[in-house]
């Protein structure tokens, strides 16, 4: 048998853009034979999944599930919103927020465990249904919260069906009361956090470079109204109070009533709040900008 050489994997690798692990197994099943590699790939639908992998993937679905005292949640992206309508793909997300209870959030990990019901493993499959549904589908990322002694709630918006939606939360909490009663103040915290969308759960978990930057702006802002230093000073002081407000989930306005403050909610619930996480659905992806709808229309008649 030929040797497979790196320059003979780089070769392949440039001609199908498929992964080198995959170009490897290509050429060695195929004796080192370039073209036979190449619709050895294709044949498996590797070379197709990875042309597309270049492909921008916002759109897809926020899947969240949850056990006894642990809930997980993921992000799966594919290019349109059309496909996370398709079954295959939503019994995916489903089936890889499932495994993220036990794996954990580690994308990485996710992908190498064996796919439920098959003798493979997710990024197989992953594969496999890219080549199927003929877009670039990837799982962006993953959280995982356990809480031994209370419970972790979870909330999904815009849900299609349950536990698969565009916006996801889950909500760690812990108190004196009944499961059933801690869930459902959960999943109304979980409400609260998709909407008021906080930074942090308290004003010591404010991420320090962030409170810096607002506090140059508010600086810069109190210095052009010309007051005296202490009028300035006690100035940015309020609007610091004023800023906690807005992104510390315990110091926001309850969603649910308008008035009170998140954190007499849960105390007069007897309930401590330990942690959220909230997943926007292509939060932070850069999408391409496509041509207006003039542009379209002319390019389209040939203009």
């Known amino acids: ?30 004796n080192g034979v370039l073209e036979d590699a190449v619709d050895w790939l294709r044949k498996k ?39 996370a309508r398709n ?26 465990a064996q796919y ?24 962006r990322r993953a959280k995982r919260m356990s809480v031994p002694d209370g419970v972790v709630a979870t909330y999904v918006h815009q849900a299609l069906r349950p536990g ?18 801690l869930t459902t103040l959960g999943r109304q915290v979980g409400m609260h956090v998709a909407a008021a969308r906080p930074m942090s759960l308290d004003i010591a978990g404010v991420d320090p470079a962030a409170l810096e930057r607002e506090k140059a702006i508010l600086i810069d802002q109190a210095q052009q109204s010309g007051r005296p230093a202490n009028i300035i000073e006690k100035m940015v002081e309020g609007r610091i109070r004023k800023f906690y407000e ?12 308008g008035e009170s403050r998140v954190k007499a909610v849960v105390d007069k619930a007897g309930v401590s709040l330990l942690g959220f996480e909230r997943f926007l659905l292509g939060e932070g ?9 003039a542009t379209e229309v002319k390019n389209t008649a040939g203009g």
Not at 131 to 138: K, L
Not at 175 to 180: D, K, R, S, V
């Open 116 to 139: 439920p019901d098959s003798a493979i493993t997710v990024a197989d499959h992953l594969t496999q249904l890219v080549a199927t549904i003929g877009e670039n589908i990837t799982i």
């Open 246 to 257: 807005e992104v510390v989930l315990l110091e926001q306005v309850w969603v649910h009533d």
């Open 45 to 83: 639908g590797l070379a197709a999944a990875a042309k597309r992998s270049g492909r921008v993937a916002a759109e897809g679905l926020i899947g969240v599930a949850s056990a006894s005292g642990v809930a997980a949640m993921v992000e799966v992206n594919a290019e349109t919103d059309f496909v």
């Open 285 to 293: 992806v850069d999408k391409p900008q496509g041509p207006d709808f």
């Open 1 to 30: 048998m030929p040797e497979i050489t790196a320059a003979l994997v780089k070769d392949l690798r440039e001609k199908t853009g498929a992964g080198m692990m995959d170009c490897k197994k290509a050429l060695t099943e195929n």
């Open 87 to 112: 079954d295959q793909f939503q019994a995916f997300v489903e089936a890889v927020a499932k495994l993220a209870l036990d794996v954990g959030d580690d994308v990485e990990a996710i992908k190498a």
């Open 164 to 181: 698969l939606g565009k916006i996801g939360v889950l909500v760690a909490l812990k108190g004196a009361g009944e499961l059933e009663v």
